[in-house]
């Protein structure tokens, strides 16, 4: 286990990017994906990440979910330093103090929403009891009661969503990792998905940090960070839809 | 973990039903094949052991002459009864010693003829041979002392000259003697070589020499050998006081042979288990070919759930967690394979060896070993597809389509 230890007050940043680059090849076919990243973040912010494909911000998502290593510069995650972990380490620290939430959802096919919401359970080793009533608790929570043993093909897209935001919420991470969550949803949808997501970040505190390419699921952030070429080139307080 | 490795290992297997079949199809054939071939090998064997056991445990048999080639020997004069006399005084591991002599004969019943082996023997051949008595009784001491015209036969002569009719007190024509049934003895049925060992008439030796041989000759003398004795220590003893009561000089070859029937028994089960050891190797091939049917399927499965491997690690699952599952799952697979591959050998087994006329020999350890062979082979040929499973890119893994 890692020890990652609630901050005293407030010293420590939840994620604290010093001078972070991401350098793929070598030579001239040398690509920075990151180059130079400076980035703090507190506990219970709700931070959208901006930019246009290829700017970075999604190996920028991939050095925070701990699934991927920056080549220099170091990633502190409540002061431990990341980069230093190795594969196995990065995993427990995932289990144990992150939720991811994707663009495609990401759910087991036919597997029910219920099962799919234990699954980080099981490799908590919660017994079988629990984890049946923390799940149902999860899916309460995104509104998804009555519908636990449906299958991701049984039900609609806002849902799968839901189902995948019980997911990442029954272990009660430090941070919910979303990438565009909204993505493939209608905008009656994705409205409803951020309202859960500001919901559960007013309510339990949670840090939440979602990549966006919309102005108006950007506008629920406190913060904006906008990626550029693998920088940070601009970081605008939203103050949220208030 | 384990156990929800294996849940949803079997969960797995079930929904691919039709793949997993095929696939542990290799399995389940390997697994019987080498089963059966076991089965009926451990069959033949004992069926072999029991039947040559059947002509009398630790016997010696001492023929004149040397055996030249197949159904010749060298001439040499014949044992006498002496002979045997000096065997049974001298030398103290034999526990029975039996002269005797034999020669084809046609036996007379009314209007039946049956052509038959007759031997003039004593007492001591029922013991060297293991025969049993059904009815009568063997040679009293005057029926041999005093040459009587009586005779034991076997069930074979019954059968043709008597039928279903009670033999005993009956009398049987042999050339110009008519002599008296006096017992009949247990039937053994065919021996190893396919021999009909119930088909003999046997009478005193004396009685033999007189009225059928017209000499004293002794042509076989076969002795049972002590239990605890050994029988080469004890066929040395016997050449060493033949060879001195046929005044054979040292420079000579003998002139008379000691076989010992274990050392056929030996040489015949040993052939037999060579060829089921040849036969347990051809079918231990086609469990590696199962197993690499296995293989193959797994890094099919590897490939398809890929999302889900990289849904996992994103999770948090550990290599090894990733490792865990896809093992169990080939495991699961192979184990399968085993327990349908167990039960389809024994049925096919238990039905071969009815058809061949073979004991069935259950041999609980070459079940288990297939068993967990079968494991081994889901272990060895599983690890391959779950270690490229738990070394995924959860990156990657998550962006596959």
């Known amino acids: 286990m890692i020890a990652v230890d609630a901050p005293a007050s407030d010293p420590v940043p939840l994620i604290e990017l010093r001078r972070v680059s991401k350098i793929y090849g070598s030579g001239v076919a040398e690509v920075r994906a990151l180059d130079g990243v400076d980035l703090q973040i507190q506990e219970g912010e709700l931070v959208a990440v901006m930019g246009p494909s290829g700017s970075g911000k999604s190996t920028a998502m991939n050095i925070l979910g701990c699934l991927d290593t920056p080549t220099q510069g170091s990633y502190r995650f409540r002061g431990v330093p990341v980069e230093s972990l190795d594969r196995n380490q990065r995993a427990l620290l995932r289990r144990h103090y992150l939720g991811f939430v994707f663009q495609g959802f990401n759910l087991l096919n036919r597997t029910s929403a219920l099962e799919n919401v234990e699954l980080p359970l099981i490799y908590r080793r919660i017994p079988r009891a629990e984890r049946h009533r923390l799940a149902h608790e999860a899916l309460a929570m995104v509104g998804l009661t009555g519908w636990e043993h449906h299958s991701p093909a049984e039900l609609s897209g806002g849902q799968q969503q839901r189902v995948a935001i019980a997911r990442a919420m029954v272990t009660q991470p430090s941070l919910l990792l979303a990438d565009e969550p909204t993505g493939n949803l209608d905008t009656a949808r994705s409205h409803e998905i951020m309202a859960l997501l500001t919901g559960l970040n007013r309510e339990r505190g949670l840090t939440v940090l979602m990549v966006t390419h919309e102005a108006d699921m950007a506008a629920y952030a406190h913060r904006v960070i906008r990626f550029l070429d693998g920088r940070v080139v601009d970081v605008v307080a939203s103050g949220g839809p208030g | ?401």
């Open chain 2, 1 to 401: 973990m384990l156990w929800n490795a294996l849940l949803l290992a079997l969960r797995e297997i079930r929904r691919n039903m039709l793949r997993s079949v095929l696939t542990i199809l290799g399995i389940v054939i390997g697994v019987a094949a080498v089963i059966v071939m076991v089965t009926l090998g451990d069959g033949a064997t004992r069926q072999v052991a029991s039947q040559i056991e059947s002509l009398g445990s630790n016997l010696l048999m001492i023929r004149v002459g040397q055996r030249m080639g197949p159904g010749q020997r060298s001439n040499a004069p014949a044992f006498s009864l002496a002979d045997a006399l000096a065997i049974r005084r001298d030398v103290r591991a034999a526990r029975a010693v039996a002269p005797s002599s034999s020669t084809s004969l046609t036996a007379v019943v009314g209007n039946r003829s049956w052509s038959t082996t007759v031997t003039g023997t004593d007492d001591a051949y029922f013991t060297v041979r293991n025969w049993e008595l059904e009815v009568g009784r063997l040679f009293s001491i005057s029926d041999l002392r005093g040459g009587r015209a009586v005779c034991v036969i076997g069930a074979t002569v019954r059968r043709e000259l008597f039928g279903a009719m009670d033999p005993i007190g009956e009398t049987i024509r042999l050339k110009s003697m008519a002599c008296q049934v006096v017992g009949l003895l247990r039937a053994k049925g065919q021996s190893t070589m396919g021999m009909d060992q119930d088909d003999l008439v046997l009478m005193p030796l004396r009685t033999y020499q007189r009225r059928i041989a017209g000499n004293q000759d002794v042509n076989l003398i076969q002795v049972s050998v002590r239990d605890g004795f050994s029988t080469e220590e004890t066929t040395k003893e016997l050449e060493r006081l033949l060879r001195e009561r046929r005044n054979i000089s040292a420079s000579e070859d003998d002139d008379f042979s000691v076989r010992d029937l274990k050392e056929i028994t030996n040489m015949l089960t040993g052939t037999t288990r060579v060829l089921t050891a040849l036969l347990t190797a051809v079918a231990a091939v086609s469990l590696l070919v199962g197993g690499i049917g296995i293989m193959n399927i797994m890094l099919v499965s590897v490939t398809e759930r890929t999302r889900e491997i990289g849904i996992r690690l994103a999770i948090g699952a550990l290599e090894r967690e990733v490792l865990l599952q896809f093992l169990v799952e080939a495991v699961a697979l192979s184990s399968l394979g085993g327990i349908l591959g167990i039960l389809l050998a024994l049925g096919a087994s238990i039905g071969l060896a009815q058809l061949l006329n073979l004991p069935f020999v259950f041999n609980l350890g070459i079940v288990l070993i297939a068993f967990f062979f079968s494991a081994a082979v889901g272990v060895i040929f599983g690890y391959f597809p779950a270690r490229r499973a738990a070394r995924l890119d959860p990156i990657e893994a998550l962006r596959h389509e």
